[in-house]
């Protein structure tokens, strides 16, 4: 049997995601958490066989977790489930040590598949992602700047660049708006840009955004 750990800070999400997975023959108990801090607890203190982590947790981001899980535990196999497009993310999950890359809004048989991938010790990404990840790789290798920016600073450039307002922003992520305000003018700064149109055609140009 296949023993899960699921983290995302949305208990209808997680309930629904628990009933699915739970109808599968070979999935034995998927127990829960609402952020990273909890999570890596249950991590040193339990057996997983894999980790279905979302990128949008409060406080720190799944990505920004990953290299803690990698630490508690190396050879545990971490899928991350996203609301974004692989092109904004998929590489730097990849980069950050995922095993796999899931969208939200795909089949539940895909995230059932990419459990079994990663449990067998591969690595799950589905043709989609591949394609988009290969286009990202190539604008990497023009028009870089953005490698620069923390997880943080990433996810506030591309909430801007999809024009949420700063307060949505903040509480999508669980901080003050002065705290996003911080980010956006960090981001700013290291792309060398001055105002929120020239960092949107920034995202637009490096296909960060659709």
Same mark, same amino acid.
């Given at each position: ?9 949305? +208990?209808i999400?997680? &309930? ?5 997975? =739970?109808?599968?023959?070979d ?5 829960q ?7 890596? *607890?249950?991590?040193? +203190? ?9 990128? *949008?947790? #409060? ?8 290299p ?8 545990? #196999? ?6 974004? !497009?692989a092109?904004?993310?998929?590489l730097?999950?990849?980069?950050a ?15 059932v %598949? %990419?459990i079994?991938?990663v449990?067998?010790?591969g690595?799950?990404?589905? #043709? =989609? ?5 290969? =286009? ?7 028009? *870089? ?9 990433? %996810?506030?450039?591309? =909430?801007? &660049? *999809?024009?949420? %307002? /700063? ?9 003050s708006?002065?705290?996003v305000?911080?980010?956006? !003018?960090?981001?700013?700064k290291?792309?060398?840009l001055? !105002? ?5 055609q920034?995202? /637009? ?6």
């Open positions: 049997m296949i023993d899960l750990l699921l983290v995302d800070d949305h +208990t999400f997680r &309930a629904g995601l628990v009933r699915l997975l =739970e109808e599968e023959r999935i034995g108990t998927v127990m958490a609402s952020d990273g801090a909890t999570a890596l *607890n249950l991590v040193r +203190t339990h057996h997983f066989d894999a980790v279905l982590l979302d990128i *949008n947790l #409060p406080v720190r981001s799944g990505l920004e977790f990953l803690s899980f990698r630490v508690a535990a190396p050879q545990l #196999p971490v899928i991350v489930l996203s609301m974004y !497009s092109q904004q993310y998929a730097r999950a990849y980069e040590g995922a095993s796999g890359y899931v969208s939200k809004d795909m089949d539940a048989e895909v995230l %598949a %990419a079994h991938k449990v067998e010790g690595r799950y990404i589905t #043709p =989609e992602v591949a394609e988009k990840m290969l =286009e990202g790789i190539g604008a990497l290798q023009g028009e *870089n700047r953005h490698l620069r920016l923390s997880e943080r600073e990433f %996810a506030v450039m591309i =909430e801007i &660049a *999809n024009g949420s %307002a /700063l307060t949505a922003i903040a509480q999508d992520m669980h901080v708006v002065k705290t305000s911080t980010y956006r !003018s960090r981001v700013l290291k792309l060398g001055d !105002s929120n149109a020239a960092l949107a920034y995202t /637009l140009r490096n296909r960060l955004v659709d």
